[in-house]
Structures are given as C-alpha cells and as structure tokens.
C-alpha cells in the first residue's frame, strides 16, 4: 500500500466537489485543489459547520437526509451498472463496484420502509460524465463514501432515539468499510489517520448540493397547453 | 556468599509456603456453589437493520432518456468536427422540458463523454451523437409501446409483461402513422380541445407527408371525440384511443417509454 492520498483534483475532474467545498471554505478552486487531499484536514475541514444546525433536527428529518444521500448513492452506482461502465473495469473493481451498489441499494430499501409514509419522493439525480467512465466513477466514489462516513460520524451520536443511534452504527462501520475500500482500489491508505472528525449534516448537505448530483425534475407534463399534433 | 545462599533458601521457603496455600483453599471451595456472574449489558436492539445485498435486477426492458439541458447539434460521429444531423432544442413544441431517448454512448479522443440520441427528425428513425453535458440526469423506465397498424391495436408492456391492450384508429392511406422506433416525449392534460380526448402524449414521430403541419408535424397518441371512428384508419397520422382507454394508458405509461410502430 503506497501513502499516496488521493486529492480533490485528481478525483473530481468535472469540478463539482472541488467548487463545492472551496465554496464552503472561502478558497480559491485553484487553492482548494492544490491543497485538498481527499479524507485530509482540508476537505474535512471544509465540511465542518457548527452542530447547532444539526441540533434542530429531528429523527424523521435526519433519517430522511440520510435516505437521500443513500439514494443519491444507489443511483451512482446502479446507473453504472446499467450503462455498463462497471462491465469495463477489470474483474476485482467489478466485484467492488457491484457489491457497493448491492449495499446501498439494500440500505435505501430499509431505510424507505422504516420512515413509511414520512419518506421523502425520490430525488431526481444529474451525475453528468462522473459515472458514465471507469476513471471518473472510481474517483467520484472513493469522495463519496468519505462524504457517507463524515455525514454518518456526525449525525449518528445527535439521534433521539437510541435504538436508531444503534442502527446507524451498523451503516457507519459498513460505510467506513466501502470507503476503506474505495481507498484501497484506487491505491491509497485504507485508513490515512487513527480519528475522524465528525461533521454536521448541515455541512454535508451543502457540499453534496453544490456538486449539483440532485437536480430539479424536469417539467415534462403540462396543462392547459394546447397539443400541436397532427391528430 | 553463605549470606546469598540464604537469602535463596529463604525465598524458596516463601514460595513453597504460598503454593501451599493456594492450593488447600482451592480444594476447600465447593464445587457447586454460587458462582456470582458478571456479564456484559446485550448490545442495543438497532431500530433496523438491512436485508441482504439487492442485485440490480432485471435490465433488459430497461430504457434510458435525459432531458435536453442545453441546445446541441446532433452530429454522425461522437466528434465535435463530425457532420451535424439534427439541431436539438431544450424545449418540445408543447413547451414542456425536450427529451432524448439514450440508445448509447461513447467517448472522444480527449476522453468527453458522447451519448448517441434517438432524434425527433425526418426522416423517422434517425440517431445522432451529442456531448454527454447537453443533456440532464437519466431517468429509465421499464415500459414499451407496440402499436400494430394492421391490427389496429396497442400493446403497453412493463418489464415484457402486457399491463394494458386497446383498440386504436391510426392514419388514413393519405397520412399514414410512420413506422418505426420513437419515443414519448411529453404528456398534455387540461386542454381546451376536445378532438384530443383527455389526454394527449406527444412522441418523437413525424408525419412523412404533412411536413408543413404547424409545429412540425408531430404524431400524438390522444383520445378523442369521435369513439365511433375507433378502431380504423381516419387520422392525420395520431394514434387515436377512444377516452377511457387513453386514461387507463396514462396511468400505465411513463413519458420515455420508447414506442415501436409496425
């Protein structure tokens, strides 16, 4: 294992994270990238806001962000998976990529089935070019899956109730696995320090919406307009 | 030295003696006594916990479409420099968001990602390539649409299953309904035009003969006043269905699902 880190720049080559987080921090993009390692002090640091935001929340709102960020997840990768981006990779990173979108497609189903009818509609998701390559989608997702262990590290210990606190471990050690993962398909330290510093969904929550992933449903129904059609 | 020798009988002498002790209480204790025990609270009953891994699921009636973002040019080839086909625009002659049916994809010698489109042109049929950023998130849908004009009849199927079947009225011998691989690309409700039903959908079919119809000449799939001309071979080249089926149809068939006309 080499100590290679894998930085923000050479992961985000469409620019949506690195124009996310450098927004947060005030930075320059040319800064951000030369400075941010990916899981180092700097993007974790982007990502910190006060917890008061995260205070307000209440369960059903926390389990809800939560859903949207899995399903934001599952379609990454099973849009991957149906396009065939993941068939071009070679037979281990297929075996990984596969198995994450497995998971989170898992992950998705309970957690829908457990808020009921508080669920959320689901999102309507824009990756651009990130998943329609090998390169592109293996380095979106080691960013994502350390995004998933900085929301979960934060929002976990801040639940009400202490029998979900338990479930979301159960997510976060899973997660902190695909992430560990992640790292280590893409050649970098599985684990590159012994503390995570937990971060506020508040603080997630912008980064992933200025990456511009969930985007608005499109208008294609409409009423009161005329058909045109030759009839 | 005799001083040292001593000292390492002495310590002996203790350990032997501790030995000792040790042993006649062990044998003192009763076997099936009390034993206190100390355990462990049980780890805390999480709220849920996952099922097994989901698979991705069956993908072979899967159909992919993204909405037109920004206006392109359809070119031949997935190169910028390529012959341009087709101009796409953001928005259908109904106003609503322009769609593009996905039917593959590619990549450039500088590595931009291309998707080849299904085009709403003349003639039917035609694909073209456009940059991958031209155009939105995809949204798949698991529905096909097989009208058969010489049977006069609709066929909606979801996952290879038939979920709906109706009686159409197609294109008189003078304006035929093309045939062909399209696509629906919008759905209307709430007009003020009877002679389309209730509900109206657009596709990405072209009259081939009434080229200079308003707003091209696109062929819809709509109800109608005229039951009584259901089934038969009356329209300018719509596919007509009498109104209670055209609203069952609306419940069943998502705008995307790619529609072959034979």
Redesign the interface.
């Known amino acids: 294992m080499t100590d290679w880190q894998p930085t923000l720049g050479a992961i985000d080559r469409d620019g949506a994270l690195t124009e996310a987080l450098a927004e947060i921090t005030g930075e320059t993009r040319a800064g951000f990238l030369r400075g941010a390692v990916l899981g180092g002090a700097a993007m974790l640091g982007a990502l910190a806001r006060p917890p008061a935001a995260s205070a307000r929340l209440t369960d059903v709102g926390i389990l809800n962000f939560g859903l949207r960020f899995e399903r934001l997840q599952a379609t990454f990768y099973?849009?991957a998976?149906?396009?065939g981006t993941i068939k071009t990779m070679p037979a281990r990173k297929q075996v990984w990529a596969?198995?994450l979108?497995?998971?989170e497609?898992?992950?998705v189903?309970?957690?829908k089935?457990?808020l009921g009818r508080e669920a959320e509609p689901r999102p309507?998701?824009?990756?651009?070019?990130a998943n329609?390559?090998d390169e592109n989608f293996t380095r979106t997702a080691v960013a994502m899956e350390d995004l998933t262990v900085a929301l979960l590290g934060g929002v976990t210990p801040v639940v009400n109730?202490?029998?979900?606190?338990?479930?979301l471990?159960?997510?976060l050690t899973v997660e902190a696995r695909h992430a560990a993962w992640a790292r280590h398909i893409v050649g970098a330290s599985p684990s590159p320090k012994p503390f995570d510093t937990p971060r506020t969904l508040d603080s997630v929550a912008g980064a992933v919406r200025r990456t511009h992933f969930i985007?608005a449903r499109?208008?294609?129904?409409?009423?009161?307009?005329?058909?045109?059609?030759?009839? | 030295m005799a001083r040292r020798r001593r000292r390492v009988v002495a310590i002996a002498a203790a350990a032997t003696a501790a030995a000792a002790v040790a042993i006649a209480v062990t044998a003192a204790a009763p076997s099936h006594g009390p034993v206190p025990r100390r355990t462990l609270p049980a780890?805390?009953?999480?709220?849920?916990?996952?099922?097994?891994?989901?698979?991705?699921g069956d993908?072979r009636f899967?159909s992919?479409w993204a909405?037109v973002r920004r206006p392109a040019i359809a070119r031949q080839d997935p190169q910028p420099d390529a012959p341009a086909v087709a101009r796409i625009a953001t928005r259908t002659?109904?106003?609503?968001?322009n769609?593009a049916l996905v039917v593959g994809?590619a990549?450039d010698a500088q590595?931009?990602?291309w998707v080849r489109v299904s085009l709403a042109t003349l003639p039917n049929g035609s694909t073209g390539w456009i940059p991958?950023?031209a155009i939105?998130?995809?949204?798949?849908v698991d529905t096909a649409l097989d009208v058969d004009v010489e049977r006069l009849r609709l066929t909606l199927r979801r996952s290879g299953h038939v979920i709906f079947r109706a009686r159409v009225a197609v294109g008189a011998p003078a304006?035929p309904t093309p045939r062909g691989r399209f696509y629906v690309?919008?759905?209307?409700?709430?007009?003020?035009?009877a002679?389309?039903g209730p509900v109206?959908f657009?596709t990405s079919a072209r009259?081939p003969t009434?080229t200079d119809?308003?707003?091209g000449?696109?062929?819809?799939i709509?109800g109608t006043d005229r039951p009584d001309l259901v089934p038969g071979r009356v329209?300018?080249?719509?596919i007509r269905l009498r109104n209670a089926d055209i609203l069952l149809l609306a419940r069943r068939m998502p705008?995307?699902t790619p529609i072959v006309v034979h």
């Not at chain 1, 309507?124 to 070019?129: I, K, P, Q, S, W």
């Not at chain 2, 780890?43 to 698979?55: D, N, Q, R, S």
Request: glycine share 12%; with cysteine; proline share 8%.
């Open positions: 099973t849009q998976d149906q396009m596969e198995t979108g497995s998971h497609r898992a992950h189903r309970i957690i089935k457990v309507t998701f824009d990756f651009g070019a329609e390559t109730d202490r029998r979900l606190t338990a479930a471990f159960g997510l985007a499109p208008n294609v129904s409409a009423s009161r307009h005329a058909p045109r059609y030759t009839g | 780890p805390l009953a999480p709220a849920f916990t996952p099922g097994a891994p989901v698979g991705l993908t899967l992919r909405p002659p109904e106003g609503t968001r769609i994809r990549q590595r931009r990602a991958r950023a939105g998130g995809y949204e798949t304006t690309r919008n759905r209307l409700t709430r007009y003020r035009s002679m389309y109206a657009g009259s009434l119809w308003p707003a000449g696109f062929v819809g709509h329209s300018h080249g719509c705008v995307g």
